[in-house]
Protein backbone atom coordinates (compact mmCIF):
# COMPACT_ATOMS: atom_id res chain seq x y z
CA UNK A 1 0.00 0.00 0.00
CA UNK A 2 1.41 3.31 -1.00
CA UNK A 3 2.10 5.85 1.90
CA UNK A 4 0.56 9.26 1.60
CA UNK A 5 1.78 11.77 4.82
CA UNK A 6 -0.41 13.69 6.95
CA UNK A 7 -1.26 16.91 5.06
CA UNK A 8 -1.43 18.56 8.69
CA UNK A 9 1.96 16.69 10.36
CA UNK A 10 3.95 20.12 11.03
CA UNK A 11 0.68 21.17 12.78
CA UNK A 12 1.21 18.59 15.45
CA UNK A 13 4.46 18.79 16.56
CA UNK A 14 6.74 22.35 17.78
CA UNK A 15 10.39 22.79 16.28
CA UNK A 16 13.45 24.28 17.82
CA UNK A 17 16.62 25.78 16.70
CA UNK A 18 19.55 23.65 17.31
CA UNK A 19 22.44 25.52 18.98
CA UNK A 20 22.95 28.28 17.37
CA UNK A 21 22.73 27.01 14.08
CA UNK A 22 19.92 27.57 11.23
CA UNK A 23 19.02 24.07 11.60
CA UNK A 24 15.45 23.77 13.29
CA UNK A 25 14.86 19.90 15.12
CA UNK A 26 11.67 18.84 16.15
CA UNK A 27 11.08 18.95 20.00
CA UNK A 28 10.67 14.98 19.98
CA UNK A 29 13.10 12.95 17.62
CA UNK A 30 13.15 9.24 17.05
CA UNK A 31 15.60 6.58 18.07
CA UNK A 32 16.07 2.89 16.20
CA UNK A 33 18.02 1.58 18.94
CA UNK A 34 15.49 -0.41 19.76
CA UNK A 35 12.65 -2.43 18.11
CA UNK A 36 14.41 -1.93 14.69
CA UNK A 37 16.31 -5.50 15.09
CA UNK A 38 16.21 -8.10 12.94
CA UNK A 39 13.58 -9.95 15.77
CA UNK A 40 11.33 -6.85 15.06
CA UNK A 41 10.77 -7.94 11.55
CA UNK A 42 9.86 -5.15 8.81
CA UNK A 43 5.72 -3.90 9.16
CA UNK A 44 6.22 -3.07 12.53
CA UNK A 45 9.36 -0.81 12.32
CA UNK A 46 7.43 0.75 9.21
CA UNK A 47 4.28 1.85 10.54
CA UNK A 48 6.32 3.31 13.15
CA UNK A 49 8.35 5.48 11.21
CA UNK A 50 5.24 6.37 9.47
CA UNK A 51 3.85 6.82 12.14
CA UNK A 52 6.52 9.24 13.34
CA UNK A 53 6.41 11.11 10.50
CA UNK A 54 2.60 11.67 10.21
CA UNK A 55 2.90 13.52 13.79
CA UNK A 56 5.68 16.16 12.60
CA UNK A 57 8.57 14.20 13.75
CA UNK A 58 11.62 14.94 11.03
CA UNK A 59 14.60 13.64 12.39
CA UNK A 60 15.65 10.00 12.77
CA UNK A 61 18.45 9.38 15.00
CA UNK A 62 20.57 5.82 14.32
CA UNK A 63 23.66 4.28 14.59
CA UNK A 64 26.13 1.77 12.76
CA UNK A 65 26.00 -0.72 15.45
CA UNK A 66 22.42 -0.24 16.42
CA UNK A 67 21.25 -4.19 15.10
CA UNK A 68 24.99 -4.58 14.01
CA UNK A 69 23.85 -2.39 10.91
CA UNK A 70 20.21 -4.08 10.55
CA UNK A 71 18.56 -0.99 11.79
CA UNK A 72 19.83 0.91 9.09
CA UNK A 73 18.86 -1.81 6.36
CA UNK A 74 15.93 -1.79 7.40
CA UNK A 75 15.25 1.68 7.78
CA UNK A 76 16.83 2.05 4.24
CA UNK A 77 14.26 0.26 3.04
CA UNK A 78 11.57 2.25 4.18
CA UNK A 79 13.53 5.37 3.30
CA UNK A 80 12.93 3.92 -0.35
CA UNK A 81 9.48 2.27 -0.01
CA UNK A 82 7.90 5.38 1.62
CA UNK A 83 9.82 8.29 1.51
CA UNK A 84 12.12 9.07 -1.37
CA UNK A 85 9.82 11.98 -2.27
CA UNK A 86 10.32 13.21 1.23
CA UNK A 87 14.00 13.35 1.99
CA UNK A 88 14.30 17.19 1.49
CA UNK A 89 11.44 17.21 4.54
CA UNK A 90 13.81 14.74 7.41
CA UNK A 91 16.84 15.01 8.89
CA UNK A 92 18.54 11.48 9.31
CA UNK A 93 21.60 10.80 11.86
CA UNK A 94 23.79 8.50 11.75
CA UNK A 95 27.32 7.57 14.40
CA UNK A 96 29.97 5.71 14.75
CA UNK A 97 32.78 5.31 17.72
CA UNK A 98 31.50 1.45 19.16
CA UNK A 99 32.62 -1.92 17.74
CA UNK A 100 31.23 -3.37 14.51
CA UNK A 101 33.45 -5.27 12.94
CA UNK A 102 36.38 -7.47 13.33
CA UNK A 103 40.18 -6.61 13.78
CA UNK A 104 41.64 -2.89 14.84
CA UNK A 105 39.41 -0.55 12.05
CA UNK A 106 36.12 -1.30 13.40
CA UNK A 107 36.11 0.48 16.57
CA UNK A 108 36.59 3.53 18.12
CA UNK A 109 37.57 7.18 17.22
CA UNK A 110 40.10 6.61 14.13
CA UNK A 111 39.78 8.60 10.68
CA UNK A 112 40.10 4.77 9.18
CA UNK A 113 37.22 3.79 11.11
CA UNK A 114 34.87 7.36 11.15
CA UNK A 115 35.16 7.38 7.24
CA UNK A 116 34.93 3.90 6.71
CA UNK A 117 32.11 3.39 9.00
CA UNK A 118 29.72 6.94 7.38
CA UNK A 119 30.81 4.80 3.86
CA UNK A 120 28.92 1.50 5.14
CA UNK A 121 26.11 3.36 6.53
CA UNK A 122 25.24 5.20 3.85
CA UNK A 123 25.30 2.10 1.54
CA UNK A 124 22.73 0.42 4.18
CA UNK A 125 20.69 3.92 3.97
CA UNK A 126 20.75 4.17 0.48
CA UNK A 127 22.03 7.38 0.96
CA UNK A 128 24.50 10.29 -0.23
CA UNK A 129 24.58 11.90 2.57
CA UNK A 130 23.14 12.21 6.22
CA UNK A 131 21.87 15.19 7.90
CA UNK A 132 24.31 14.48 10.88
CA UNK A 133 27.09 12.50 11.65
CA UNK A 134 27.84 11.60 15.44
CA UNK A 135 31.19 10.68 16.96
CA UNK A 136 29.40 8.10 19.11
CA UNK A 137 31.72 7.93 22.32
CA UNK A 138 35.68 9.86 22.86
CA UNK A 139 38.58 7.29 22.02
CA UNK A 140 40.51 7.80 24.74
CA UNK A 141 42.96 6.14 22.30
CA UNK A 142 42.84 7.98 19.58
CA UNK A 143 43.66 11.82 19.58
CA UNK A 144 40.97 13.84 19.24
CA UNK A 145 42.12 15.67 17.04
CA UNK A 146 42.07 13.15 14.33
CA UNK A 147 38.86 12.33 15.09
CA UNK A 148 37.88 15.78 15.04
CA UNK A 149 39.79 16.68 11.53
CA UNK A 150 38.16 13.22 9.89
CA UNK A 151 34.39 14.21 10.78
CA UNK A 152 35.38 17.89 9.17
CA UNK A 153 36.72 15.95 6.08
CA UNK A 154 33.84 14.06 5.85
CA UNK A 155 31.56 17.39 5.75
CA UNK A 156 33.43 18.83 3.17
CA UNK A 157 32.45 15.60 0.79
CA UNK A 158 29.09 16.19 1.45
CA UNK A 159 28.63 13.06 3.03
CA UNK A 160 27.89 14.75 6.45
CA UNK A 161 25.48 18.30 6.35
CA UNK A 162 26.30 18.76 10.18
CA UNK A 163 28.39 16.96 12.95
CA UNK A 164 27.55 15.72 16.46
CA UNK A 165 28.69 14.49 19.41
CA UNK A 166 27.67 11.79 21.90
CA UNK A 167 29.14 10.53 25.34
CA UNK A 168 31.64 13.44 25.85
CA UNK A 169 32.15 15.17 29.09
CA UNK A 170 32.20 19.03 29.26
CA UNK A 171 35.66 19.24 29.29
CA UNK A 172 35.96 17.04 25.72
CA UNK A 173 32.94 18.84 24.72
CA UNK A 174 35.38 22.18 25.10
CA UNK A 175 37.88 20.56 23.62
CA UNK A 176 36.52 19.44 20.49
CA UNK A 177 34.34 22.33 19.76
CA UNK A 178 37.72 24.61 19.52
CA UNK A 179 38.97 22.38 17.21
CA UNK A 180 35.50 22.48 15.41
CA UNK A 181 35.79 26.58 15.52
CA UNK A 182 38.70 26.46 13.72
CA UNK A 183 38.37 24.68 11.51
CA UNK A 184 34.67 26.45 10.54
CA UNK A 185 33.12 22.65 11.00
CA UNK A 186 29.63 22.74 11.41
CA UNK A 187 29.65 21.12 14.88
CA UNK A 188 26.03 22.01 16.23
CA UNK A 189 24.82 19.41 18.54
CA UNK A 190 25.84 16.95 21.91
CA UNK A 191 23.73 14.38 21.87
CA UNK A 192 23.77 13.56 26.12
CA UNK A 193 21.93 11.05 28.59
CA UNK A 194 19.78 13.32 30.28
CA UNK A 195 16.27 12.86 32.57
CA UNK A 196 14.79 13.68 36.21
CA UNK A 197 16.69 10.91 37.75
CA UNK A 198 19.81 11.84 35.58
CA UNK A 199 20.90 15.27 36.14
CA UNK A 200 24.01 15.33 35.96
CA UNK A 201 24.84 17.51 32.54
CA UNK A 202 22.57 20.50 34.26
CA UNK A 203 25.33 21.17 36.18
CA UNK A 204 28.59 20.26 34.31
CA UNK A 205 27.76 20.09 30.09
CA UNK A 206 24.48 22.30 29.44
CA UNK A 207 26.61 25.26 30.47
CA UNK A 208 29.18 24.49 27.93
CA UNK A 209 26.61 24.06 25.52
CA UNK A 210 25.01 27.28 26.34
CA UNK A 211 28.45 29.11 26.14
CA UNK A 212 29.30 27.04 22.59
CA UNK A 213 25.94 27.58 21.16
CA UNK A 214 25.64 23.73 20.77
CA UNK A 215 22.17 22.03 21.17
CA UNK A 216 21.52 19.48 22.85
CA UNK A 217 19.35 16.42 21.61
CA UNK A 218 19.02 14.45 25.06
CA UNK A 219 18.54 10.43 25.21
CA UNK A 220 16.74 8.35 27.82
CA UNK A 221 14.35 11.25 28.94
CA UNK A 222 11.95 8.40 30.41
CA UNK A 223 15.42 6.88 32.26
CA UNK A 224 14.36 2.75 30.35
CA UNK A 225 10.68 3.83 30.84
CA UNK A 226 10.82 4.37 34.65
CA UNK A 227 9.44 7.86 34.09
CA UNK A 228 6.03 6.00 33.37
CA UNK A 229 2.89 4.12 34.75
CA UNK A 230 4.95 1.05 33.60
CA UNK A 231 6.72 -0.01 36.87
CA UNK A 232 3.89 1.56 39.26
CA UNK A 233 2.68 -1.46 40.34
CA UNK A 234 4.74 -4.52 39.29
CA UNK A 235 7.31 -5.15 36.89
CA UNK A 236 6.10 -6.81 33.87
CA UNK A 237 7.45 -10.40 33.11
CA UNK A 238 8.37 -9.07 29.10
CA UNK A 239 9.97 -5.46 30.37
CA UNK A 240 13.28 -4.37 29.66
CA UNK A 241 14.22 -4.93 33.70
CA UNK A 242 13.24 -8.14 33.69
CA UNK A 243 15.51 -9.08 30.71
CA UNK A 244 17.96 -6.40 31.59
CA UNK A 245 18.43 -4.67 28.38
CA UNK A 246 20.77 -2.08 28.11
CA UNK A 247 22.39 -2.23 31.58
CA UNK A 248 18.92 -1.56 32.87
CA UNK A 249 17.55 -4.16 35.16
CA UNK A 250 15.31 -4.41 38.50
CA UNK A 251 17.99 -3.37 40.37
CA UNK A 252 17.44 -0.06 39.01
CA UNK A 253 13.73 0.35 40.24
CA UNK A 254 13.99 1.15 43.62
CA UNK A 255 11.37 1.48 46.40
CA UNK A 256 12.79 5.27 46.21
CA UNK A 257 12.54 5.47 42.52
CA UNK A 258 8.67 4.65 42.56
CA UNK A 259 7.89 6.35 45.44
CA UNK A 260 9.10 9.46 42.96
CA UNK A 261 6.79 8.13 39.85
CA UNK A 262 3.77 8.07 42.05
CA UNK A 263 4.15 11.73 43.34
CA UNK A 264 5.04 12.93 39.73
CA UNK A 265 1.85 11.11 38.37
CA UNK A 266 0.04 13.05 40.66
CA UNK A 267 1.44 16.06 39.53
CA UNK A 268 1.09 14.63 35.63
CA UNK A 269 -2.85 14.27 36.49
CA UNK A 270 -3.25 17.94 37.35
CA UNK A 271 -2.09 18.89 34.60
CA UNK A 272 -3.69 16.33 32.57
CA UNK A 273 -0.90 14.72 31.55
CA UNK A 274 0.71 11.28 31.56
CA UNK A 275 4.02 10.49 33.61
CA UNK A 276 5.99 10.06 30.45
CA UNK A 277 4.25 13.43 28.72
CA UNK A 278 5.53 14.86 32.07
CA UNK A 279 8.98 13.83 31.89
CA UNK A 280 9.46 15.05 28.27
CA UNK A 281 8.25 18.31 28.80
CA UNK A 282 10.48 18.87 31.81
CA UNK A 283 13.49 17.68 29.82
CA UNK A 284 12.59 20.38 26.98
CA UNK A 285 11.88 23.15 29.15
CA UNK A 286 16.53 22.94 29.73
CA UNK A 287 17.46 26.16 27.51
CA UNK A 288 20.18 23.74 26.05
CA UNK A 289 17.58 20.95 25.19
CA UNK A 290 16.58 21.03 21.55
CA UNK A 291 14.77 17.67 21.46
CA UNK A 292 13.92 15.01 23.24
CA UNK A 293 15.04 11.58 21.68
CA UNK A 294 12.29 8.47 22.39
CA UNK A 295 11.70 5.35 21.40
CA UNK A 296 8.96 3.06 20.71
CA UNK A 297 7.19 0.32 20.45
CA UNK A 298 4.04 0.75 18.81
CA UNK A 299 2.55 3.59 17.18
CA UNK A 300 0.34 4.23 20.43
CA UNK A 301 3.05 4.13 22.55
CA UNK A 302 4.96 7.00 19.85
CA UNK A 303 1.65 9.15 19.61
CA UNK A 304 1.30 9.38 23.36
CA UNK A 305 4.86 10.75 23.72
CA UNK A 306 4.48 13.39 20.76
CA UNK A 307 1.35 14.76 22.73
CA UNK A 308 3.56 15.82 25.45
CA UNK A 309 4.60 18.77 23.13
CA UNK A 310 0.93 20.14 23.43
CA UNK A 311 1.16 21.16 27.32
CA UNK A 312 5.20 22.40 27.61
CA UNK A 313 4.89 25.11 29.74
CA UNK A 314 5.36 24.44 33.90
CA UNK A 315 4.50 27.64 36.44
CA UNK A 316 7.22 28.11 39.03
CA UNK A 317 5.33 26.52 41.51
CA UNK A 318 5.53 22.78 39.34
CA UNK A 319 8.84 23.30 38.77
CA UNK A 320 9.65 24.12 42.39
CA UNK A 321 7.12 20.66 43.17
CA UNK A 322 9.18 18.60 40.75
CA UNK A 323 12.57 19.58 42.19
CA UNK A 324 10.94 18.59 45.87
CA UNK A 325 10.07 15.11 44.33
CA UNK A 326 13.44 14.52 42.43
CA UNK A 327 15.14 15.43 45.93
CA UNK A 328 12.91 13.62 48.78
CA UNK A 329 14.88 10.70 50.00
CA UNK A 330 11.74 8.95 51.19
Not at 66 to 94: C, H, P, Q, W
Not at 102 to 127: E, F, N, T, V, W
Amino acid sequence: MTYHPSDDRYSKMVFNRCGQSGLDIPAISLGLFRNFDQADGYDNPRRLIQTAFDHGITHFDIANNYGNGYAEEVFGRILKADFKDFRDEMIISTKAGYGMWPGPYGDGGSRKYMIASLDQSLRRLGLDYVDIYYSHRPDPSTPIEETAYALDHLVKQGKALYIGISNYNAEQTKHISVIFRDLKTPFIVHQPKYSMFMREPEETLFPVLEEKGIGAIVFQPLFQGLLTNKYIDRIPGDSRAKKNIAHFSVDDITKERIQKVKALATLAYDRNQSVAQLAIAWVLHQKAVTSALIGASTPEQLIENVNAVQHLSFTDDELQAIDDILSSSS
